[in-house]
């Protein structure tokens, strides 16, 4: 086990600084959070900061146990390290041999490629959106399954890019279960949470189930209060892990040991891939592996409904840090950040500045990166517009305020967001989440009301199981399109590009790419969504 650095120190004054970073939180009247910070594996500093739940008036202590998102698939990929070390299954199997629903799509998806994101596979909760799901109504194992029986392309040919796709974690637990016997949550309890002794941890494969001390989630509501917004997931091992700061104290403690897998399991499971041409990736087995202020970091982020997580870890340093929170507005990957600024002061470096002259900060206005800005490559793009002194970020029906750190560097911290523009008046970086993606302006296409009529009609996806009907819409910018659709209200899509429209979303959107046959007449649509790409829509007579 690492001996953490002498000078290394936790005293009162620091824990009053930490403190400080919740106050905000430290109320009977809002949701909240509870930190955990752990030193060579053991807690050294637990706290809470508002309410458990807000109907009842039940506080928030240490042993709240939190719905932490993503954060669970660390643990999905420790079962099956232990399944392969068991010699139940190899990571280079063809995921097929255990789930042969999964269509040929001709080169191979192993279960190494579930593991990095790096299957190509559309992302599942996108996939549910687009069929028809809505926030509110209950997701099972079948019904992942059934959407991804339906498809009939992948995003890229597997291990040639990296794009974070929950289907392929839903798919390792179904590969746990056709296995080991057992459901991903019976198996992790008996191999796992039972040995540690997390005894408030476990896989929540049932939404009606009670538990007694799970937090209530929250998110804000437009003018003051929250409402309700719990997760209604019956799936298992991409999410739904249940926990508290205090049980993950013993899950920190087993990185350091290997209690459970044995130190060279435990190390490979936080070494990153690598891609089909030699490259190296930032992702390990559920685990995003960097380098942060000059110090290696392992860890990862949460975020479901309103429930949100961050457990980062500096393992030369001994020093972990996590925040689980239930609220949605909240940022614990800022959070977990600040607290180890805190802690450790000057063992960490100063965050530079990016460079190169490309991004060289100058004096830049909201109104200098007002406009419509595109990665053609990706099929993303983002919409700011500049009003009441500040740029502002179209978000499908809201828009987000940017905060101006600095000349030429516009944030959005609840998302980990970061717009930066240099020298170029036409291109702009924007980091989200760590994920760094180059933009281009465009001017949009002004299409007219004959062209607006010609694209109208219904379209059926065979891959969804769904028609839209696309309508005419009287846009911000002029004539525009939207998609309509049952249980749904109008989605408005503005026009890019010749044939070519696009909707705002954090995930840089969706585009619809419109296409003809030879006598030009519209045949179908392409959609891109974020974690999907050219979904086929075919125009129905």
Same mark, same amino acid.
């Given at each position: 086990?690492?001996?953490?650095?002498?000078?290394?120190?936790?005293?009162?004054?620091?824990?009053?600084?930490?403190?400080?970073?919740?106050?905000?939180?430290?109320?009977?009247?809002?949701?909240?959070?509870?930190?955990?910070?752990?030193?060579?594996?053991a807690p050294l500093y637990t706290a809470a900061y508002g309410m458990a739940n807000l109907e009842?008036?039940?506080?928030?202590?240490?042993?709240?146990?939190?719905?932490?998102?993503?954060?669970?698939?660390?643990?999905?990929?420790?079962?099956?390290?232990?399944?392969?070390?068991?010699?139940?299954?190899?990571?280079?199997?063809?995921?097929?041999?255990?789930?042969?629903?999964?269509?040929?799509?001709?080169?191979?998806?192993?279960?190494?490629?579930?593991?990095?994101?790096?299957?190509?596979?559309?992302?599942?909760?996108?996939?549910?959106?687009?069929?028809?799901?809505?926030?509110?109504?209950?997701?099972?194992?079948?019904?992942?399954?059934?959407?991804?029986?339906?498809?009939?392309?992948?995003?890229?040919?597997?291990?040639?890019?990296?794009?974070?796709?929950?289907?392929?974690?839903?798919?390792?637990?179904?590969?746990?279960?056709?296995?080991?016997?057992?459901?991903?949550?019976?198996?992790?309890?008996?191999?796992?949470?039972?040995?540690?002794?997390?005894?408030?941890?476990?896989?929540?494969?049932?939404?009606?189930?009670?538990?007694?001390?799970?937090?209530?989630?929250?998110?804000?509501?437009?003018?003051?209060?929250?409402?309700?917004?719990?997760?209604?997931?019956?799936?298992?091992?991409?999410?739904?892990?249940? $926990? !508290?700061?205090?049980?993950? %104290?013993?899950?920190?403690?087993?990185?350091? &040991?290997?209690?459970?897998? @044995?130190?060279? #399991? =435990?190390?490979?499971?936080?070494?990153?891939?690598?891609?089909?041409?030699?490259?190296?990736?930032?992702?390990?087995?559920?685990?995003?592996?960097?380098?942060?202020?000059?110090?290696?970091?392992?860890?990862?982020?949460?975020?479901?409904?309103?429930?949100?997580?961050?457990?980062?870890?500096?393992?030369?340093?001994?020093?972990?840090?996590?925040?689980?929170?239930?609220?949605?507005?909240?940022?614990?990957?800022?959070?977990?950040?600040?607290?180890?600024?805190?802690?450790?002061?000057?063992?960490?470096?100063?965050?530079?500045?990016?460079?190169?002259?490309?991004? $060289? !900060?100058?004096?830049?206005? %909201?109104?200098?990166?007002?406009?419509?800005? &595109?990665?053609?490559?990706? @099929?993303?793009? #983002? =919409?700011?517009?500049?009003?009441?002194?500040?740029?502002?970020?179209?978000?499908?029906?809201?828009?987000?305020?940017?905060?101006?750190?600095?000349?030429?560097?516009?944030?959005?911290?609840?998302?980990?967001?970061?717009?930066?523009?240099?020298?170029?008046?036409?291109?702009?970086?924007?980091?989200?989440?760590?994920?760094?993606?180059?933009?281009?302006?465009?001017?949009?296409?002004?299409?007219?009301?004959?062209?607006?009529?010609?694209?109208?009609?219904?379209?059926?996806?065979?891959?969804?199981?769904?028609?839209?009907?696309?309508?005419?819409?009287?846009?911000?910018?002029?004539?525009?399109?939207?998609?309509?659709?049952?249980?749904?209200?109008?989605?408005?899509?503005?026009?890019?590009?010749?044939?070519?429209?696009?909707?705002?979303?954090?995930?840089?959107?969706?585009?619809?790419?419109?296409?003809?046959?030879?006598?030009?007449?519209?045949?179908?649509?392409?959609?891109?969504?974020?974690?999907?790409?050219?979904?086929?829509?075919?125009?129905?007579?």
């Amino acid at each position: 086990m690492p001996t953490a650095p002498s000078n290394w120190t936790f005293d009162a004054n620091t824990r009053e600084r930490v403190d400080d970073i919740f106050a905000a939180w430290a109320t009977t009247d809002t949701p909240g959070m509870t930190l955990g910070i752990y030193r060579d594996g053991a807690p050294l500093y637990t706290a809470a900061y508002g309410m458990a739940n807000l109907e009842h008036g039940i506080p928030l202590s240490p042993g709240s146990i939190f719905h932490v998102a993503s954060i669970s698939k660390q643990f999905t990929d420790l079962c099956i390290a232990l399944l392969a070390a068991d010699g139940l299954l190899d990571i280079d199997d063809d995921i097929r041999q255990y789930i042969p629903q999964v269509p040929d799509f001709g080169p191979t998806i192993t279960i190494r490629h579930l593991i990095h994101h790096t299957s190509g596979l559309r992302d599942q909760w996108q996939l549910l959106n687009l069929s028809g799901w809505r926030e509110q109504d209950l997701v099972t194992d079948d019904d992942v399954l059934y959407l991804v029986e339906r498809q009939q392309a992948l995003n890229f040919p597997p291990n040639t890019e990296y794009l974070y796709s929950n289907t392929g974690y839903t798919l390792l637990s179904l590969i746990v279960r056709r296995t080991s016997g057992a459901s991903l949550r019976e198996f992790a309890q008996e191999r796992i949470f039972r040995p540690l002794s997390m005894t408030s941890t476990h896989f929540h494969d049932d939404h009606a189930e009670i538990v007694r001390g799970r937090t209530q989630a929250y998110e804000p509501v437009d003018g003051g209060g929250y409402r309700i917004s719990i997760p209604v997931f019956d799936v298992a091992g991409t999410t739904s892990l249940f $926990t !508290t700061v205090e049980d993950l %104290a013993k899950w920190e403690s087993n990185y350091l &040991t290997g209690t459970i897998g @044995g130190p060279d #399991l =435990i190390a490979e499971m936080q070494t990153p891939g690598t891609f089909a041409d030699g490259s190296a990736m930032e992702y390990a087995w559920g685990l995003r592996v960097v380098e942060w202020r000059g110090r290696h970091r392992v860890g990862h982020s949460g975020a479901d409904n309103g429930y949100r997580a961050d457990f980062l870890r500096l393992p030369e340093l001994g020093f972990a840090v996590t925040v689980l929170s239930n609220v949605s507005n909240s940022a614990p990957g800022l959070l977990t950040e600040r607290v180890a600024e805190i802690v450790l002061g000057d063992l960490l470096r100063s965050e530079v500045a990016p460079s190169g002259a490309e991004w $060289t !900060t100058t004096p830049v206005t %909201a109104d200098n990166i007002a406009g419509l800005w &595109t990665n053609a490559e990706r @099929g993303q793009h #983002l =919409i700011i517009s500049a009003r009441e002194g500040g740029a502002w970020l179209d978000v499908g029906d809201k828009s987000l305020r940017l905060d101006e750190e600095r000349p030429g560097l516009f944030t959005y911290p609840a998302f980990r967001l970061q717009i930066m523009a240099g020298q170029d008046p036409d291109m702009l970086r924007v980091v989200l989440d760590g994920n760094v993606t180059s933009f281009s302006r465009v001017e949009p296409w002004l299409l007219a009301t004959t062209e607006l009529t010609a694209l109208c009609g219904t379209y059926w996806s065979d891959e969804l199981g769904v028609s839209y009907e696309v309508v005419p819409m009287e846009g911000a910018v002029g004539p525009s399109i939207a998609i309509r659709r049952r249980k749904f209200d109008d989605q408005v899509f503005r026009p890019l590009a010749v044939d070519t429209f696009v909707r705002d979303s954090l995930d840089f959107g969706i585009r619809l790419t419109f296409e003809r046959s030879n006598d030009e007449t519209v045949s179908g649509f392409l959609m891109t969504a974020g974690r999907i790409r050219n979904l086929v829509f075919s125009r129905q007579s």
